[in-house]
Each structure stands twice: as structure tokens, then as C-alpha cells.
């Protein structure tokens, strides 16, 4: 399974973007599908899990109510809007597909990773 993310690029503090990962197989709409983000000399970090179904999300404290993620099964494609935007977001984001319908915040909890796409939030 490929997964392609787009969407990343460079943004003023307080604006949107809307991240996209298309998956190569259907085999994702069984799976969570989850986004995990990296800044440089940081470790990659948890930011938002969809369910199989779409039916429950969760969401990493420092996106809560900013980001959004959701899913287009038909499409086999996972979405995260992010609104407010801030510095600290800057990273590269990264989509995953989990090992089961439910996936957690645990990057071992993932089986397959997209190339990831840069953010760059300004001041």
C-alpha cells in the first residue's frame, strides 16, 4: 500500500490548510487512518486517528479544537483541516494506516506511512 500526502505549504500564523492522503488500496477503509507530524530534532508526534468507519476520531491536546480529521472511504482518502495555525505547527505531516479499525497515538500501532508533507506556519 502507497500513500500520498499533499496540501503542506507555507502559511501565516492563524491560517488554514487542508491536508490530503490518497492510499493506493481500498484495504485502507478497513483501517484507521491516522496523522503524525515531525519538526526538525523533535520526535515524530501523534496528531489525529479516524476510525475505520469514520465514528470516532481523537484528537493530540495541542490541536483540539483547530484541526479536523476525516475520511472518504469511496476515495480511499484521509483529510486534516487545520484552522488557526500556528508557529509551533510547523512540521512535516505525515498520514499512516493503522493495524486495525481502531488505531491510538503509538507510532507502533501503524503500518504503512506516507512520504509526508511540509507545513510551514510564519509569524
Known amino acids: 500500500v502507497q500513500l500520498q500526502a499533499s496540501g503542506g505549504g507555507l502559511v501565516q500564523a492563524g491560517g488554514s490548510l487542508r491536508l490530503s492522503c490518497a492510499a493506493s488500496r481500498r484495504t485502507s477503509s478497513n483501517n484507521a487512518m491516522g496523522w503524525f507530524r515531525q519538526s526538525p530534532g523533535k520526535e515524530r508526534e501523534f496528531v489525529a486517528v479516524?476510525?475505520?468507519?469514520?465514528?470516532?476520531?481523537y484528537y493530540a491536546d495541542s490541536v483540539k479544537g483547530r484541526f479536523t480529521i476525516s475520511r472518504d472511504n469511496a476515495k480511499n482518502m484521509v483529510l486534516l483541516q487545520m484552522n488557526k495555525l500556528k508557529p509551533e505547527d510547523t512540521a512535516v505531516y505525515y498520514c499512516?494506516?493503522?493495524?486495525?479499525?481502531?488505531?491510538?497515538?503509538?507510532?507502533?500501532?501503524?503500518?504503512?506511512w506516507g512520504q509526508g508533507t511540509l507545513v510551514t506556519v510564519s509569524s
Open positions: 479516524i476510525s475505520w468507519n469514520g465514528g470516532y476520531m
Open positions: 499512516a494506516i493503522g493495524l486495525g479499525g481502531y488505531s491510538g497515538s503509538q507510532a507502533k500501532q501503524y503500518r504503512y
